[in-house]
């Protein structure tokens, strides 16, 4: 059999839907997007702050849904999170919740900028940690393949004064999954990273961004729809033609490295063990 990580994009198999997926950030824009479009075999581990808005995405996913009311800037957050995850054996994660000031660094508050690392970078990484290992012995005894999703942003590739905080979270972010991605090479679980650009949610006016909307701002449903089509083809996909044009041969390019790495690291290894 021909290792599916070799094949060519268009002719790798689509992976088998996810038994069930934590998705954080559920509570509305992309995170709600990626609820309603996982396939309704599915089972949904559903997180936010928001506790009605919970309760109304129970109702609506009844019986397929559990709803996690949790704050993702604070330690213990995290920790109910991950046990509900564990407890619903979720194959799947999807770390997708996010938070950014608009502002020139000086003029946001330090609180605000230290929120948005716990939340864009503190947050992910505490859940891959405490979530992937069970996944993958799950995976690997079962199997089937595990699932990690992290949503970043195409400011990923970019410094954004006004917006310095978040995008550099966002470059962490991007930079660790492909770096993930590759060390998880040949074990059971499929590894992105999902690079959209501008999407019509209530991102720009909780971050406070003044500006109009941005011309071509896409649908939450076109970024879910697009990021799960992309899981277990690729380990980056960026989203939004514009940004596509500009950062997916980077992403290629990247990725590239990220394998070369990896293989050249076992190349040396087995020079040293001989
Ligand atoms: N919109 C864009 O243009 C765009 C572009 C590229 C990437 N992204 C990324 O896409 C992801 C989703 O954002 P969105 O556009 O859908 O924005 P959104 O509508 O504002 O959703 C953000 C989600 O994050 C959750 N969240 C925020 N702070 C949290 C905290 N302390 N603890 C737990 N959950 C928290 C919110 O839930 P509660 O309010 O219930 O806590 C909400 O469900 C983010 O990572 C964002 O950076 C967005």
């Known amino acids: 059999m021909v290792n599916s990580s070799l094949k060519p994009t268009f002719l790798r198999d689509a992976r088998a839907p996810a038994r069930c997926a934590l998705i954080t950030g559920a509570t509305g824009g992309i995170g709600e997007a990626f609820a309603r479009t996982l396939p309704p075999e599915t089972s949904l581990v559903l997180t936010g702050r928001d506790a009605a808005k919970l309760d109304a995405m129970g109702e609506t996913f009844l019986g397929r849904a559990t709803t996690v009311v949790a704050d993702l800037a604070t330690a213990e957050g995290i ?67 595990a699932g990690l999703i992290n949503v970043a942003s195409s400011l990923a590739f970019l410094p954004v004064p006004t917006l310095a905080t978040y995008a550099a979270a966002k470059a962490f972010m991007l930079s660790f999954t492909e770096s993930f991605a590759a060390e998880m090479g040949d074990r059971a679980i499929d590894v992105l990273v999902a690079c959209p650009g501008a999407t019509r949610t209530a991102f720009a006016d909780r971050a406070g961004y003044r500006g109009r909307t941005m011309p071509g701002a896409m649908s939450p449903d076109k970024v879910a729809a697009a990021t799960l089509a992309a899981l277990g083809r690729q380990s980056t996909v960026v989203i939004g033609p514009a940004s596509a044009a500009a950062f997916a041969p980077v992403a290629l390019a990247r990725s590239a490295f990220g394998k070369a790495f990896v293989r050249a690291n076992r190349v040396l290894e087995r020079i040293r063990d001989d």
């Open 79 to 145: 920790e109910t999170v991950a046990q509900a995850a564990e407890a619903a054996g979720c194959d799947l994660l999807i770390n997708n919740a996010g938070i950014g000031k608009s502002g020139n660094f000086l003029d946001v508050p330090l609180a605000d900028q230290v929120a948005t690392v716990r939340v864009d970078v503190e947050a992910f990484l505490a859940l891959t940690h405490r979530i992937v290992p069970g996944m993958l012995a799950r995976a690997e005894r079962d199997g089937t393949r």
